[in-house]
């Protein structure tokens, strides 16, 4: 069966960087693009961008642009997500989902990164 | 980009009624249309795909429908467990995707 298992609760100070990891397993890795998707304390699902585990090539919703970055390692099965000049607004459960057909059919655990002095 | 948007923000319904959720597009998104429950401290689970596919799993209660730009999701009998949060999100814009506010349905 498709699980997704992700790195563990960060903390952070603004200005700095964090990367969340997706460990996959139970399908053909390069098989599903990989989405990571957001969601602020009390609030709804925001999609951040999406990467082909094939052959890396990404695509970010504009709201980041310039500030995430999404990569994959094939021989670990995992695709990392990478947020850089953090700040509080940016605290947040990230969630990786892959998508067989379109629709996001499984989702990892989520990942609590909290941006706090 | 595609703005989705969801009404009511909150609906309040009985066990055992029907629900009915709306899902709004700003411009045509084909039937290229999921449904998301999720409840508190879990993540998102797909309900409904292709605007009106039922996930592997869910019951039969739970029904889609729409193409182009307005979508319903609909739950004939609500049981306990389906007072949640619903999310619609587009999937047309392929890569881009854009969820909607979400509808929170609570008991009345």
């Known amino acids: 069966q498709v699980q997704l298992v992700q790195s563990g609760a960060e903390v952070k100070k603004p200005g700095a960087s964090v990367k969340v990891s997706c460990k996959a397993s139970?399908?053909?890795?390069?098989?599903?693009?990989m989405h990571w998707v957001r969601q602020a304390p009390g609030q709804g699902l925001e999609w951040m961008g999406i990467?082909?585990?094939?052959?890396?090539?990404?695509s970010y919703a504009q709201k980041f642009q310039g500030r995430v970055t999404m990569t994959r390692d094939t021989s670990t099965s995992t695709v990392y997500m990478e947020l850089s000049s953090l700040r509080s607004e940016d605290t947040a459960v990230y969630y990786c989902?892959?998508?067989?057909?379109?629709?996001?059919?499984?989702w990892g655990q989520g990942t609590l990164v909290t941006v706090s002095s | 980009e595609i703005v989705m948007t969801q009404s009511p923000a909150t609906l309040s319904v009985s066990p055992g009624e029907r629900a009915t959720l709306s899902c709004r597009a700003s411009?045509?998104?084909?039937?290229?249309l999921a449904w998301y429950q999720q409840k508190p401290g879990q993540a998102p689970r797909l309900l409904i795909y292709?605007?009106?596919t039922r996930a592997t799993g869910i019951p039969a209660r739970f029904s889609g429908s729409g193409s182009g730009t307005e979508f319903t999701l609909t739950i004939s009998s609500l049981q306990s467990e389906d007072f949640a949060v619903y999310y619609c999100?587009?999937?047309?814009?392929?890569?881009?995707?854009?969820f909607g506010q979400g509808t929170k349905l609570e008991i009345k």
């Open positions: 989902a892959v998508s067989p057909d379109g629709s996001l059919d499984y």
């Open positions: 139970g399908y053909t890795f390069t098989s599903y693009y």
């Open positions: 990467i082909n585990p094939s052959g890396g090539s990404t």
């Open positions: 411009q045509s998104v084909s039937s290229n």
């Open positions: 292709g605007a009106s």
């Open positions: 999100q587009q999937y047309n814009n392929w890569p881009l995707y854009t």
